[in-house]
């Protein structure tokens, strides 16, 4: 299994740029999240998705965008990039949405100029 | 916000002492979780313990939970320079639909 894969690693966008961060996770996970990693902050959850044609929002959704059309792919749209979304963004997915471990992606380092 | 708290922030010990972190949150909780995450790594799953468990043990790990004080603590032992990493608390709140994570304690280790 490899698991949850996002790409790309890195991206640098220019303000008002919008790009799609993919995520896929092969473990037929149903729970599916997204979060950004601020210093300081920790994470904090953007949206997520608790199976196929299901999503939801989180503490932070201001200026993204989800879709979950299979089980396995979850991406998350930045609709035109903002400097305050210069962040480290990381997906995660889990058996369930609650008692069980999530399992995260290596992140997407994405810088807005 | 209902984001948990680590103690202390950062902590810097020598190769073969044990580590204490400990994490603090806010309202009720079902569980709590601890993630460790490697320098540009993703986050990975330590342990969970249940709101009706108050000690769990995982290899070199050890995590307590106070529910009446609204505190967990995790103690690795014997510790390695590979434990060097940041160390989050998650908690999964009752009524909400995912983990509210702290902002970390970076540990480092010295050979």
Redesign the interface.
């Known amino acids: 299994n490899a698991g949850?894969t996002q790409t790309p690693k890195f991206q640098v966008l220019k303000t008002g740029q919008s790009m799609t961060l993919q995520c896929a996770q092969d473990m037929n996970h149903e729970y599916m999240?997204w979060?950004r990693q601020d210093p300081?902050?920790?994470?904090?959850?953007i949206h997520?998705s608790?199976g196929a044609g299901i999503t939801?929002q989180?503490e932070v959704p201001n200026g993204y965008n989800v879709s979950r059309s299979t089980t396995e792919d979850f991406p998350l749209r930045l609709l035109s990039a903002a400097p305050s979304q210069t962040s480290v963004y990381?997906c995660?997915s889990s058996l369930d949405?609650?008692?069980y471990?999530?399992?995260?992606?290596?992140?997407t380092r994405l810088t807005v100029t | 916000s209902q984001q948990g708290e680590e103690d202390p922030q950062a902590l810097s010990i020598q190769e073969g002492e044990n580590a204490t972190m400990n994490c603090s949150y806010k309202t009720s909780i079902n569980n709590l979780q601890w993630y460790r995450q490697n320098s540009g790594r993703g986050l990975v799953h330590l342990i969970l313990i249940r709101s009706n468990e108050r000690e769990k043990h995982s290899g070199r790990l050890r995590v307590t939970l106070d529910t009446s004080k609204k505190s967990s603590s995790l103690l690795i032992t014997a510790s390695r320079a590979a434990d060097t990493a940041s160390y989050f608390c998650a908690t999964e709140v009752a009524g909400a639909n995912n983990l509210f994570f702290g902002t970390g304690t970076r540990l480092t280790v010295i050979p």
């Open positions: 949850v999240s979060y300081g902050m920790g994470l904090r959850l997520y608790v939801d989180g990381f995660a949405r609650k008692e471990e999530q399992y995260f992606g290596p992140g």
